[in-house]
């Protein structure tokens, strides 16, 4: 994960980041790592930046004491966070997703529903 904040740290900033995080059985329902993952490498980088998945209010609070910006939104449901990342971005800005398994699986059936991406995954 490390290596992934620091590559996307690379970027020029103010960067636009989506966090997404779940405790599904596939994820691992213990959450507790995130507080092991050194999200202060892009506390100065990120922006414009959203919490979503089952549990984006603990990741809110997480990136907080990273030392991050209040997020520009924070939502549960896959449909209502992708709205509010369109709501803030402009066409063409790249949008860094750094989402847990199931949540991917979420975003990525939401973006297939609207025909953003081809094929489902399952």
Not at 57 to 82: N, Q, S
Request: aromatic share 10%; no cysteine; glycine share 10%.
């Amino acid at each position: 994960m490390l290596f992934l904040l620091r590559e996307i740290a690379r970027e020029r900033p103010p960067l636009k980041v989506a966090v997404l995080l779940n405790d599904r059985y596939a994820d691992g329902q213990d959450v507790s790592w995130t507080w092991d993952v050194d999200f202060e490498v892009l506390a100065t980088s990120a922006g414009r930046w959203w919490a979503g998945g089952d549990r984006a209010e603990d990741l809110a609070v997480r990136m907080k004491y990273a030392g991050w910006e209040r997020p520009a939104a924070v939502e549960h449901e896959a449909g209502k966070l992708l709205d509010a990342i369109l709501a803030g971005t402009d066409r063409g800005d790249d949008v860094f997703v750094i989402p847990t398994y199931t949540a991917m699986l979420d975003l990525r059936a939401e973006l297939h529903g609207r025909g953003a991406v081809a094929g489902r995954l399952e």
